[in-house]
T-cell receptor, first 112, second 114 residues
């Protein structure tokens, strides 16, 4: 049973545009929602994370929006750059400890 | 601080063989988790070790096992390899209890089973 659903599977965005990736979770006990960025041949790297007591968190060009009632959260990449081309994974977990449950990933291509 | 290191980076084995993968966590991190990444199934949790004890286990057959040493280094073993075990095996370390459940991944070991 997939507990974190991620969409879209792939995304093409023009340079300077906004990339939006969405995730939905089922387990209401989750209280930690990180996003990871993975380049080919590398392990996933923690990008940004949010707790459900806030609705939005921004770090540079990356913003997480969180909707607790809808059990959804999304990643927005503003002013997307070719260097952002990578696979992005959302995940859910418990705040202090626990395994990460990952979405299936979104392959982002930012065209020059 | 050095990141998570995994050895070897690449492995080629044949069906029926066994393999051992190694992971050295970030200094001071006592929790090590292992994940399997495949194009079809994505990232799937294998097991987590904390202070030499397996704390959580994913839904994988008993051919997959692991252990953690007193210096927090961890190994995972896969016995009787099957073609479907071909995957990128990722190790992640974290420091539970120090705030958030931030897990930091190594570069992975690419296992190919022929």
């Amino acid at each position: 049973q997939q507990q974190v659903k991620q969409s879209p599977q792939s995304l093409i965005v023009q340079k300077g545009g906004i990339s939006i990736i969405n995730c939905a979770y089922e387990n209401t006990a989750f209280d930690y929602f990180p996003w990871y960025q993975q380049f080919p041949g590398k392990g996933p790297a923690l990008l940004i994370a949010i707790r459900p007591d806030v609705s939005e968190k921004k770090e540079g060009r990356f913003t997480i929006s969180f909707n607790k009632s809808a059990k959804q959260f999304s990643l927005h990449i503003m002013d997307s750059q070719p260097g952002d081309s990578a696979t992005y994974f959302c995940a859910a977990s418990y705040l202090i400890q626990g395994t990460l449950t990952f979405g299936k990933g979104t392959m982002l291509l930012v065209s020059p | 601080k050095a990141g998570v290191t995994q050895t070897p980076r690449y492995l080629i084995k044949t069906r029926g063989q066994q393999v051992t993968l190694s992971c050295s966590p970030i200094s001071g991190h006592r929790s090590v988790s292992w994940y399997q990444q495949t194009p079809g199934q994505g990232l799937q949790f294998l097991f987590e070790y904390f202070s030499e004890t397996q704390r959580n286990k994913g839904n994988f057959p008993g051919r997959f096992s692991g252990r953690q040493f007193s210096n927090s280094r961890s190994e995972m073993n896969v016995s009787t390899l099957e073609l479907g075990d071909s995957a990128l095996y990722l190790c992640a370390s974290s420091a539970p209890g120090q705030g958030y459940n931030e897990q930091f991944f190594g570069p992975g070991t690419r296992l190919t089973v022929l």
